[in-house]
């Protein structure tokens, strides 16, 4: 006898993801600009935020795997040439965090800001241990725990810190990508 899987076919909307790909394009220039030329001036101990975990998060949490992981890796790449001793690394963790968050989405809330903020957290955690640790490994040098936890934890708040005060616009851009992109959720209903 032979099992039927009930598989429900998702359509994709080829238009809505070019244009929704074009504005995240678009903010992915902005967060670099933020990046390069902002925050450097701005820092909390001398600890700059990663915007480019917070981006990769929310495409995850309101797109889908694909743009997920599109911006993943041309984020990665792109801070990779510019600033990496080894390409590849960036692009390679953003492109977890990117899955991390669409498992995220099925375990919490995306209304809620404390469900956000623990996401946040353990997007950055995951991003800078998985990155510091691979390059500890590729370019053997011994890993200063003490100082990396410092880093982590001025980065994390300054990451938390930031989400808090763009809740309300993150929330509002997720959505607004999430009912473009994904056909099947209540509020895109077409009667």
């Given at each position: 006898?032979?099992?039927?899987?009930?598989?429900?076919?998702?359509?994709?909307n080829?238009?809505?993801?070019?244009?929704?790909?074009?504005?995240?394009?678009?903010?992915?220039?902005?967060?670099y600009?933020?990046?390069?030329?902002?925050?450097?001036?701005?820092?909390?101990?001398?600890?700059?935020?990663?915007?480019?975990?917070?981006?990769?998060?929310v495409?995850?949490?309101?797109?889908?795997?694909?743009?997920?992981?599109?911006?993943?890796?041309?984020?990665?790449?792109?801070?990779?040439?510019?600033?990496?001793?080894?390409?590849?690394?960036?692009?390679?963790?953003?492109?977890?965090?990117?899955?991390?968050?669409?498992?995220?989405?099925?375990l919490?809330?995306?209304?809620?800001?404390?469900?956000?903020?623990?996401?946040?957290?353990?997007?950055?955690?995951?991003?800078?241990?998985?990155?510091?640790?691979?390059?500890s490994?590729?370019?053997?040098?011994?890993?200063?725990?003490?100082?990396?936890?410092?880093?982590?934890?001025?980065?994390?708040?300054?990451?938390?810190?930031?989400?808090?005060?763009?809740?309300?616009?993150?929330?509002?851009?997720?959505?607004?990508?999430?009912?473009?992109?994904?056909?099947?959720?209540m509020?895109?209903?077409?009667?």
């Amino acid at each position: 006898m032979r099992k039927i899987k009930n598989k429900r076919s998702e359509k994709v909307n080829i238009p809505a993801l070019i244009i929704i790909s074009i504005i995240l394009f678009l903010i992915f220039q902005i967060i670099y600009f933020l990046q390069a030329n902002i925050f450097p001036n701005i820092t909390i101990a001398g600890v700059m935020p990663n915007l480019f975990v917070i981006f990769i998060l929310v495409i995850g949490l309101y797109g889908n795997n694909f743009l997920s992981l599109l911006f993943g890796i041309i984020c990665g790449l792109w801070i990779d040439l510019l600033y990496g001793e080894v390409i590849g690394v960036t692009s390679a963790m953003l492109c977890l965090i990117g899955f991390v968050a669409t498992w995220f989405d099925t375990l919490w809330s995306k209304d809620e800001k404390i469900s956000i903020i623990i996401m946040v957290l353990l997007s950055t955690l995951i991003f800078e241990f998985g990155s510091y640790f691979i390059k500890s490994v590729i370019l053997e040098f011994e890993m200063e725990i003490k100082t990396f936890f410092k880093i982590i934890f001025f980065e994390e708040l300054y990451n938390v810190l930031l989400t808090i005060i763009f809740f309300g616009m993150i929330k509002k851009f997720g959505y607004i990508m999430e009912r473009r992109l994904k056909r099947n959720n209540m509020f895109t209903v077409q009667l």
